[in-house]
């Protein structure tokens, strides 16, 4: 949110040339949250202003640049192209200006109260979000962290400033984001430790013809084992399908199941689980995952020193990683 007056003049003219003078920084807030929103009434919840006042405000916005901005489509609201156009620098400029006004409040993690959004999947949290808390407890006390699933509003929420950062899996690209590597994984198969279909070692003939547990995460389409295994994957047969580590770890319990596990958290739950672990008899590519952030933050103190934190406590994960430590 951005700590400045809005004061609106519900009745002033509409102006048709685009000058600096003619624009106040209450408009440019109100035109970042109707891009946002989409929406008259919702971009004025979000800046605490009545539907009246915000209409009125679109209206000067209209004759400012000469364009809708905003338009009936249907049953619905869309943006015209030239908001579309001015989405993505608006973000920038009211990014700098606020970074700017605020920038004699100097970040202090010792005291600081502010509230951090991570989207990461389950996986994630258990062996990276956790160390992070664990260190943030001493060196940052009041500093408070909210986890969410990553989903199809995830890329928006970030825009939006809902949320601080994702941690997805790398190879993640889009405009806008700005993103950082963090660690690699590897794979092993897990099984329930009372599957008396596997014996010692697990053959490939038995790893294709078992039924499979597998991971698909939204807004992902496909299914990490997908990536893991590229083509090979065709081949197996996959019978569940969940969104979740840990409930796919539950499922495997008292079947002849087997699923893909990252090595680092079949570490963490293969005795709450009851699992056995064993190393892929095929070839699999290893996993890697990337943070990703707006570019809008590029110049705010206590993203940086949050940023550095996930960094630093990724770089002290154990590099194995892998089968090893899994079992």
Request: include cysteine; hydrophobic fraction near 45%.
């Amino acid at each position: 949110m951005y700590a400045f007056p809005l004061v609106i003049d519900c009745l002033t003219c509409e102006i048709s040339l685009v000058k600096l003078s003619d624009i106040d920084l209450n408009l440019l807030i109100i035109l970042d949250a109707i891009i946002s929103e989409r929406s008259v009434t919702a971009a004025g919840r979000r800046v605490g202003l009545s539907q009246p006042a915000t209409s009125a405000a679109l209206r000067r916005l209209r004759g400012i640049f000469g364009d809708p901005l905003l338009e009936r489509a249907g049953s619905r609201w869309r943006l015209t192209e030239l908001a579309n156009q001015l989405a993505e620098p608006l973000r920038e400029i009211l990014a700098t200006l606020d970074a700017t006004i605020n920038r004699r409040f100097v970040f202090d993690p010792a005291t600081s109260t502010r509230r951090f959004g991570i989207a990461a999947a389950d996986d994630v949290s258990c062996v990276l979000v956790q160390r992070l808390l664990e260190r943030l407890q001493h060196i940052a006390p009041n500093v408070r962290v909210l986890v969410t699933q990553p989903d199809h509003e995830t890329a928006e929420r970030l825009m939006k400033r809902q949320l601080d950062l994702s941690i997805v899996p790398d190879g993640y690209r889009s405009r806008g984001f700005l993103t950082e590597r963090l660690y690699r994984d590897s794979w092993v198969v897990a099984a329930w430790t009372g599957n008396t279909n596997i014996g010692q070692n697990l053959t490939r003939e038995q790893f294709l013809e078992l039924g499979h547990v597998a991971i698909s995460m939204r807004p992902y389409a496909f299914t990490l084992v997908d990536r893991a295994l590229g083509a090979l994957s065709q081949k197996l047969d996959v019978q569940i399908v969940c969104e979740s580590f840990g409930a796919l770890a539950m499922l495997l319990r008292g079947t002849s199941r087997i699923a893909l596990m990252p090595a680092r958290l079949a570490t963490r739950l293969k005795d709450a689980a009851e699992l056995r672990v064993l190393p892929p008899p095929v070839p699999v590519h290893d996993l890697a995952f990337a943070m990703a952030w707006p570019a809008l933050h590029a110049r705010d103190d206590g993203h940086t020193w949050f940023r550095k934190m996930i960094v630093e406590v990724a770089a002290g994960l154990d590099d194995a990683g892998g089968f090893a430590e899994a079992m």
